[in-house]
């Protein structure tokens, strides 16, 4: 009897241990039940969805009902349409160019206001302006000034002594123009990541670097950058994700125009669905996107550091 | 002599140190002050051009110097349904972050606490998926449930653009209350439930106003959700954009307010969170 005591002990000590860790279970699961099961159903059933109609011939005019199975006919029928691989193009010109402008902008814009200036908080809040206005607000504000008769733009232009443009209605300018807005809207996000990450810097190095009488320019070269690559590296693909999904500012300057010249993937797919009604060969496009975002993210989620997640 | 040689060298030295800060600080007002044109002007541009009449705005698009009249907003308010697009923006927007909260703050928490690290990349997953490829599916759905063209539909169809990004915010807040807070209560007796709700939440409050206000902006700018699913009665502010880009040549001044009253909503609430905005921007995208 007092031999076994101390087992007894032990034992009844695990039991307890294990039925709090079990509670402790029961209760995590029962507070993430409803986010999981509202947002499985939400998002699985969706995208199953998806995946099956794009395996579906449904004729055109919107008709959801009748259908042959057609296996992966769309899937091969997208590689051979212009209209596609040229949208899907489009897509990437469009990221890639905005992305590497709006890194540079918003690392030099990071630099200027990585000071200690009395009032540099109130001039932080107006640069983030462009990226916490709506974006059809930002699609109606350059409307207006990039109009070809009256807008300021073409305004400026003439002013410096340069010929007018027809920025948005020239099938040449049209791209450039919406990358051009794309980055004066992505700048401040980069900006902010580029400060965050200057002003976690450790200083000391900064400074055996001034006593060594490195120029600005060597400090920037050989300590700056390195220390925000990975900052840098993770808000880049950050931003390419989020361009590929540009749709409000596109849509609404362009709708894809002028004579397709704009037309993203994203508008492409777009079309086809709730334009054309085109649900079969739509949806294949729409996987198309999906799995271009996708592997975009995965990517960005291995670059990330994060403590465990 | 010796010091006195010392002395001037010093001087010449300061002086020399003197000379490049300002140069310094011109360089610096004169790069930021080029940016700050670049970046805010167009902001100042679009209220300038709002407060101009027609008839201003005819004879010089670009004067800073005209009699400003608030006519292009109150045609705005009689002739569009702007205000009843602010409403269901407002109910749609409220209700999507009212239930993100219910639901997503005890997912939040939990998921932080016990690093739950697959449902959470799966939740951030979510938020990267461009929208678009879920709308054709709920779409049709809601044509066989009757619940296209209802705020409750637009409510629904928001969790998917709100619950993720809140999810994923708040787990970044959770994670910053010590754990030690809640093991003291669990001494004393408290429930893991009322751990949650009377130590980690109110120890999170500033970081539910960010993500709120966050989440808000989220379901605000939606346009593709709300140009599939909506109707006349359900249709949410982005939309009034419609209406000024079919008369695009006629009504600059138009435009403008426009523009103007849809940055004003979201940039009381920038300025009202300016504190908390740039963490919060950022957390859900790189952090």
Redesign the interface.
């Known amino acids: 009897m007092i031999e076994a005591s101390p087992r007894q002990d032990r034992a009844s000590d695990n039991g307890r241990k294990y039925s709090l860790t079990r509670?402790?279970r029961i209760?995590?699961w029962l507070?993430?039940a409803?986010?999981?099961l509202?947002?499985s159903a939400?998002?699985l059933?969706?995208?199953v969805?998806?995946l099956v109609?794009s395996l579906r011939d449904y004729g055109t005019g919107g008709n959801?009902i009748d259908f042959d199975w057609v296996g992966l006919k769309w899937y091969a029928m997208l590689t051979s349409d212009h209209r596609f691989v040229r949208g899907l193009l489009r897509s990437i010109q469009y990221s890639l160019g905005s992305v590497s402008g709006a890194l540079v902008l918003g690392l030099g814009?990071a630099m200027?206001?990585n000071?200690n200036y009395r009032g540099i908080g109130v001039?932080?809040?107006?640069?983030?302006?462009?990226?916490?206005?709506?974006?059809?607000?930002i699609?109606?504000?350059?409307?207006?000034?990039l109009?070809p008769?009256?807008g300021?733009m073409n305004?400026f232009l003439q002013a410096i002594g340069l010929p007018a443009s027809l920025w948005l209605a020239d099938t040449r300018t049209v791209l450039p123009t919406l990358i051009m807005i794309q980055i004066?809207r992505s700048?401040?996000?980069a900006m902010?990541?580029a400060?965050?990450g200057l002003r976690s810097m450790p200083l000391d190095s900064f400074e055996a670097a001034d006593i060594d009488g490195a120029s600005p320019l060597q400090k920037f070269r050989y300590l700056t950058l390195p220390m925000l690559r990975s900052?840098l590296a993770?808000?880049a693909l950050?931003m390419l994700?989020d361009t590929?999904?540009q749709?409000?500012l596109i849509?609404?300057l362009t709708g894809g125009g002028p004579l397709r010249a704009s037309e993203t993937l994203?508008i492409y797919?777009?079309n086809l669905?709730?334009r054309f009604f085109d649900?079969g060969y739509?949806?294949a496009a729409?996987?198309a996107?999906?799995l271009l975002?996708?592997t975009v993210?995965v990517i960005?989620?291995r670059v990330?550091e994060?403590s465990?997640? | 002599m010796l010091s006195h040689a010392a002395d001037a060298a010093n001087l010449a030295s300061r002086r020399r140190r003197q000379r490049a800060k300002i140069v310094d600080r011109v360089v610096w007002s004169l790069l930021c002050g080029g940016l700050l044109i670049v970046f805010v002007f167009p902001f100042v541009y679009m209220v300038v051009l709002s407060l101009k009449n027609p008839a201003a705005i005819a004879a010089d698009p670009h004067s800073f110097i005209f009699t400003p009249t608030l006519s292009n907003y109150t045609a705005i308010i009689r002739d569009t349904p702007f205000l009843h697009q602010l409403r269901n923006s407002a109910i749609v927007g409220f209700g999507s972050v009212l239930f993100s909260f219910l639901i997503g703050l005890p997912a939040a928490y939990v998921i932080g606490r016990q690093k739950m690290k697959r449902v959470a990349i799966t939740v951030l997953i979510v938020r990267m998926v461009p929208s678009i490829v879920f709308i054709l599916p709920i779409f049709i759905v809601y044509g066989l449930v009757g619940l296209r063209n209802t705020h409750i539909g637009l409510i629904i169809s928001h969790l998917i653009l709100v619950l993720p990004l809140m999810i994923w915010l708040m787990i970044g807040f959770f994670e910053d209350v010590p754990r030690e807070l809640e093991e003291q209560a669990y001494i004393d007796g408290c429930t893991h439930w009322g751990a949650f709700l009377r130590i980690a939440i109110p120890l999170v409050s500033p970081g539910l106003v960010v993500t709120g206000i966050l989440a808000l902006i989220q379901s605000w700018n939606d346009l593709i959700f709300v140009l599939v699913l909506s109707g006349n009665e359900t249709q949410t502010l982005p939309m009034a954009v419609f209406q000024f880009m079919d008369t695009e040549q006629l009504n600059l001044g138009g435009i403008a307010a426009a523009a103007a009253l849809l940055t004003v909503p979201v940039m009381i609430m920038g300025v009202f969170a300016q504190r908390w905005l740039a963490q919060g921007l950022t957390l859900g995208g790189v952090k």
């Open positions: 509670d402790r209760f995590a507070m993430v409803p986010a999981v509202i947002l939400l998002v059933y969706p995208l969805s998806l109609m959801t814009l200027l206001l000071r001039l932080r809040v107006l640069f983030i302006l462009p990226y916490t206005t709506m974006m059809v607000a699609a109606l504000l350059w409307n207006i000034m109009n008769a009256n300021i305004y004066w700048t401040p996000f902010l990541i400060l965050a900052a993770t808000a950050f994700i590929l999904k749709f409000p849509y609404v994203y797919g777009y669905t709730f649900i739509g949806s729409l996987v996107l999906l975002v996708l993210s960005w989620l990330r994060r465990w997640l």
